[in-house]
């Protein structure tokens, strides 16, 4: 018994040994030099774990709670997949061929899937009055600093108003509102016309995301989910 014992313990002992130098042999594996200073494998991974570790742990997370609702969402068709790849392409310009990207444009359906229902768009329409005329004629509106003193003052000179629903951007008089506020008025020319515009109320909507919306802003779209999505699990990081 005795013998058996130490026989044992000289097995355990190689054993370890071998452990030990395999673990020494990777940890102080070298990886590079600079002018002679060896840089090994242990300080990569001490990078690693400084820099990276605590995304390589979100992304793992939210990768999981992503799943949980993949679950209920119907398998795509080979059609849908292919109108998928489309938008797909839009963030990974390298993308040729679906059947090569066929995993990476299931993903991004799903995920898209998902930005649709958690995410939405914000919106805003600026409803304005319009007068169009020569400077003369407008000269009068020129000093009115709100909505309700124009339709005054263009009611008692007889100047025609018309009332519209503007996008911030997308607009016929391709003017961006998004730094004007309520009452600012604006004065552009058209060929030997002055159009004057005030802005009567600015209204915020909420709309959903198309698919164009959602290639064009993916990273940050994901993101939002992501969040939204660890609210709803309850995820704690330690």
Same mark, same amino acid.
């Given at each position: 018994?005795?013998? *058996?014992? *130490? ?6 002992? $190689? ?15 070298? $990886? ?10 242990? &300080? #990569?991974?001490?990078? /690693? ?15 999981? *709670? ?6 209920? *969402? ?6 849908? +997949? @292919?109108?998928?790849? #489309? ?22 359906? %799903? ?29 009068? /509106?020129?000093?009115?600093? @709100? ?19 503007? &996008?911030?951007?997308?607009? &016929? ?7 004007? =506020? ?12 002055? #159009?004057?515009?005030? #802005? ?18 993916? %990273?940050?779209? +994901? ?8 609210? =709803? ?6």
């Amino acid at each position: 018994m005795k013998k *058996i014992a *130490i026989i044992l313990s000289l097995i355990l002992m $190689v054993i370890l040994v071998i452990i030990s130098l395999k673990y020494f042999g990777e940890t102080y594996k070298r $990886v590079a030099e600079i002018d002679g200073e060896v840089i090994v494998k242990k &300080d #990569i991974n001490k990078v /690693l774990d400084e820099k990276y570790f605590d995304r390589a742990v979100n992304d793992v997370v939210e990768k999981k *709670i992503r799943n949980e609702e993949i679950k209920t *969402i119907k398998a795509p068709t080979k059609k849908t +997949l @292919e109108k998928t790849f #489309i938008y797909y392409q839009m963030i990974n310009k390298g993308a040729k061929n679906l059947e090569e990207h066929l995993e990476e444009t299931k993903e991004y359906y %799903y995920n898209t899937v998902l930005i649709k229902k958690y995410n939405e768009k914000k919106e805003k329409n600026y409803l304005v009055l319009t007068a169009k005329g020569d400077h003369n004629e407008l000269s009068n /509106l020129l000093h009115t600093s @709100e909505a309700d003193e124009f339709i005054k003052v263009a009611k008692k000179n007889n100047i025609k108003i018309k009332s519209e629903t503007l &996008d911030v951007q997308d607009n &016929d008089y391709q003017i961006d509102f998004s730094n004007y =506020k309520k009452n600012a008025l604006v004065h552009i020319m058209d060929k030997d016309k002055m #159009i004057l515009i005030i #802005i009567k109320d600015i209204q915020n909507k909420k709309a959903n995301l198309s698919n164009q919306d959602i290639a064009d802003t993916y %990273y940050r779209q +994901l993101t939002l989910l992501n969040n939204k999505l660890r609210d =709803k699990y309850n995820v704690k990081n330690f």
